[in-house]
């Protein structure tokens, strides 16, 4: 099992940066995908960006590539989200998520076995 608690959100200006952090226990962590997603309000949970096990691939919402990086460091246990260049409409709850697949880089919400609580990111105009 795995436990997985985002951390990082926060207010900034349109423009500007934010790095999420999802910090995960278990020691099973390398063997999950790990996800993020975001959840704007009135709107469905929306797929951002998954990296796999390894590390070494990753997955991006094509709206969002080129602004949003993942990445993971097994040895701490812990997954980030390096949003750059917000707009107002990135404004949403993040969700961090764990997913045992390993065939193909999970992107749905059914996919993934474990949430984190999310934590909200605010883009002002």
């Known amino acids: 099992q795995v436990h997985v608690v985002e951390s990082g959100g926060g207010l900034v200006q349109a423009g500007g940066s934010l790095r999420l952090s999802c910090a995960a226990s278990g020691r099973t962590f390398g063997s999950y995908a790990l996800g993020w997603f975001r959840q704007a309000p009135g709107k469905e949970r929306e797929f951002v960006v998954v990296?796999?096990?390894?590390?070494?691939?990753?997955y991006g919402a094509d709206s969002l590539k080129g602004r949003f990086t993942i990445s993971r460091d097994n040895a701490k246990n812990t997954v980030y989200l390096q949003m750059n260049s917000l707009k107002p409409e990135d404004t949403a709850v993040y969700y961090c998520a764990a997913s045992r697949i390993e065939v193909v880089p999970p992107t749905l919400v059914y996919e993934y076995d474990y949430w984190g609580q999310g934590t909200q990111v605010t883009v002002s105009s």
């Open positions: 990296i796999r096990q390894g590390g070494s691939v990753t």
